[in-house]
């Protein structure tokens, strides 16, 4: 009569529950014994085109179909030997506070609970440890690209000069609106100017010295050239930890500049930013706590699973003026559910949004911010290990000076033997690192944001790397 | 030495895990003995103010935290008695698999992997089910918002005339591209008009018929007074069930006029969409396939936990385009990790994104889309019942007719009492319905979207609300 997704039987639910919590603790103990990565035969690909399910095999059959098909064929950035791109590990406690917010699933737009005060407490926080003032306004985020978009958006709308919310960028004389970043900045850049109209044209990339940082000099310049031809310069990006070679930007004269400008000052930190955390690393970042706004992201060096970023604004009335909402359906009202109404709705893209928040409230709780920052140093200080046995290594050579926690070489041989090296690496299951392309040169690229990796896993890198070059 | 975030004792962890498992399932399994909501007591409120936590209180005590401050303060939502707004339930099996995905921790830009392969097969799957051709493109996002944004991102790429990525909508002269939707479409229309630089002023509202519903005529006057203007009108936004009512605009017509004006189509179907799957609800959204893109959450009348929305392109091609990729450090290589290069990264915003299709291909194997297609069916009835019952009684009215799932009414006192009805109804954790207003008049508005609700459950609130009265 009454149907319902809840289990009919809920012991039996309970115990398929136990199992698979039971599996994936064994899986993640083991990480250390398993292969870096496995392509996936054609048996499992096969699998994953069945046709729609139009009728039930049952909550277990379901689990078996992922312990088949999924558990063993992930990217890889689980492992201890994963340095790719920029991928954080994820953590156990991670996992079961993500289960935890399933769980309870609220709806995280506001409303009168205690899961919308997790979030602003955790945003508190996060504003405190990039030493920002009381006061900063903040969201999480699924990432960094949608945090950065974030913090142009009310870059422009509090620049334009204009009503944007209204009017928009199109039917009416303003003079361009242009945004300045270097040519080592994130592709979300790119996306963002794309989205939000703005266009990539208006997008300044601004050239880069010998450490791959922006000239300020040249922004300088380039912001000037801009006025003069009746353009209006809204927002410079600065980027903290770039994704090719992990380089950051003269922080604190790009804030002199933009504060000279009247220039919104918006720093990319989607994982050097996490360097603010150590008290021996921070002067690399220093001039972050400037930003206007300053996105970054904790599923990379904060080491949570996917997803949750954050963007932080430094004046929140322009924060809410950007995506202040209207409806008759979510006015608030001074009582019940949503008495004090939906804040978090009104800093972002979503209404709708999910319990990000709770796996690092759990996190910082559990470990402190301390144990955060002693794993980003320790992060730093094999980069360092690694770049210094490359340099003592013939063979070997760095292509990019290091700066935080990215490491650049290749092997003295060309092109087409990196190529190689890198593949195999990857196929046999050894490590992860990445590739990328410095000078137009082919790079191997180690990205270290993994608190599962141990100084004895870069010796094993370079011994694969030399056995492969052979 | 070696520092990480896995436990230093796995077996306590473990132990720990199985609790969190058995508390929650305990609290999901007896949450008709709940309140469907409770305030919070001020020293909840306190507690979550507490200062940054420097140093580690472990993870049991985080858990307790957890125990004490949030868990028994959220929204409401998991209750049987929540219609407030439009919000999902959650499943248990959908929490476990977020569970899984958060364990599993894959990096959903594409790579060579399983999860990425899921994906793809759950929007294949979910275009099947709303009668799509094959070769539809879409994505999963956070919701309906951006489900919705992306779709008009996609519409202004195909439709604005010349090359808007490059370009962006200022500095070059062209029409002022407009928008049309009905003065009851949700507030994301006006949101990513705002975003993506359009501009509300472009976004053109259009009246309703007495059941709520886009007057197609006054569309298509305002098309072409538009185009006489001088202007380009590139996209129709229909709705699917309204949020406030639950309307469901004219869709084959709407079809028909945008195929002829040469207007893209696209059907915010966040919640009615779902009627898709039940072939007796079906003929009330027909229409929706012809869509050239289609939103609609999986985390709403899908009954999954928070996030899940969907996005559906019929132009794969176009799609590509609006979102296509630049960057040296994801150049695909075709061997090794990144095969097949970053496909979902280039279909939406996010370059990081997190695995939510796992809960999606997990209830759709286990339960089957027909399971779903029941428990629709069930709420649209209950739906149905509780209108039948307000009509039925003399102090209650109906102040918008029945369309799908969403009942709104009144008692035939002042707006002041109805509203003091509903801050009863939650605040004594009866049941949460929300507020809305129709025709300038206070109304109380139950929006079903849940799979845990019974028909004594409607009954219990109609009690409550003469109770209330009196």
């Known amino acids: 009569m009454n149907k319902t997704l809840d289990p009919a039987d809920w012991a039996a639910f309970s115990a398929l529950a136990h199992r698979m919590v039971d599996d994936v603790i064994g899986h993640l103990s083991t990480l250390?014994?398993?292969?870096?990565?496995?392509?996936?035969?054609?048996?499992?690909?096969?699998?994953?085109?069945?046709?729609?399910?139009?009728t039930p095999q049952g909550e277990t059959a379901a689990y078996e179909d992922f312990l088949q098909q999924v558990l063993p064929y992930p990217n890889g950035n689980l492992g201890p030997r994963f340095w790719g791109w920029v991928q954080g590990n994820g953590t156990p406690l991670g996992?079961?506070?993500?289960?935890?917010?399933?769980?309870?699933?609220?709806?995280?737009?506001?409303?009168n609970q205690a899961p919308a005060l997790v979030e602003l407490q955790v945003l508190d926080w996060l504003a405190e440890l990039m030493q920002m003032p009381k006061g900063t306004s903040g969201i999480l985020t699924s990432g960094g690209t949608v945090a950065n978009l974030l913090g142009l958006a009310v870059a422009r709308h509090a620049n334009a000069g204009f009503n944007v919310r209204e009017l928009g960028l199109q039917g009416h004389e303003h003079p361009l609106l242009t945004v300045y970043c270097s040519t080592e900045a994130h592709g979300w850049?790119?996306?963002?100017?794309?989205?939000?109209?703005?266009?990539?044209?208006?997008?300044?990339?601004?050239?880069?010295?010998?450490?791959?940082?922006?000239?300020?000099d040249e922004l300088r310049d380039g912001i000037a050239r801009d006025r003069r031809d009746g353009?209006?310069?809204?927002?410079?990006?600065?980027?903290?930890?770039?994704?090719?070679?992990?380089?950051?930007?003269?922080?604190?004269?790009?804030?002199?500049?933009?504060?000279?400008?009247?220039?919104?000052?918006?720093?990319?930190?989607?994982?050097?930013?996490?360097?603010?955390?150590s008290p021996k690393l921070r002067p690399r970042v220093a001039g972050i706590e400037r930003a206007d706004s300053l996105a970054f992201d904790l599923h990379k060096w904060g080491y949570l699973p996917f997803e949750v970023g954050c963007a932080l604004v430094r004046d929140a009335e322009a924060h809410r003026a950007t995506f202040e909402l209207q409806g008759n359906y979510i006015s608030a009202l001074?009582?019940?559910?949503?008495?004090?109404?939906?804040?978090?709705?009104?800093?972002?893209?979503?209404?709708?949004?999910?319990?990000?928040?709770?796996?690092?409230?759990?996190?910082?709780?559990a470990y402190g911010a301390g144990a955060l920052a002693e794993l980003?140093?320790?992060?730093?200080?094999?980069?360092?290990?690694?770049?210094?046995?490359?340099?003592?290594?013939?063979?070997?050579?760095?292509?990019?000076?290091?700066?935080?926690?990215?490491?650049?070489?290749?092997?003295?041989?060309?092109?087409?033997?990196?190529?190689?090296?890198?593949?195999?690496l990857q196929e046999e299951g050894v490590a992860v690192p990445s590739q990328t392309l410095i000078g137009g040169r082919f790079a191997i690229r180690v990205a270290i944001t993994n608190h599962r990796s141990r100084l004895e896993d870069f010796d094993l890198l370079l011994d694969a790397v030399k056995r492969c070059a052979t």
Chains 1, 2 share one sequence.
């Open 32 to 54: 250390r014994d398993q292969p870096a990565w496995r392509p996936m035969p054609d048996s499992v690909r096969t699998a994953l085109t069945a046709p729609l399910p139009e």
């Open 95 to 111: 996992m079961m506070a993500d289960m935890l917010a399933s769980a309870l699933n609220p709806h995280m737009a506001g409303f």
């Open 189 to 216: 850049a790119r996306r963002a100017m794309e989205v939000l109209g703005l266009g990539n044209a208006a997008l300044r990339r601004i050239g880069v010295d010998d450490q791959f940082r922006i000239r300020v």
């Open 231 to 277: 353009h209006r310069p809204i927002c410079v990006i600065a980027t903290a930890g770039t994704v090719n070679t992990g380089a950051i930007d003269d922080l604190p004269a790009i804030a002199d500049l933009c504060r000279d400008e009247d220039v919104w000052f918006h720093v990319d930190g989607a994982f050097g930013a996490l360097a603010m955390l």
């Open 334 to 365: 001074d009582r019940g559910v949503i008495a004090g109404g939906l804040p978090l709705a009104e800093r972002g893209l979503e209404l709708t949004r999910g319990f990000k928040a709770l796996k690092v409230w759990m996190s910082l709780k």
């Open 376 to 424: 980003i140093e320790q992060n730093v200080e094999q980069a360092e290990y690694l770049a210094r046995r490359i340099e003592d290594d013939p063979d070997l050579e760095l292509v990019a000076p290091l700066a935080l926690n990215v490491v650049c070489f290749r092997h003295r041989g060309n092109d087409e033997l990196n190529r190689e090296i890198l593949m195999r």
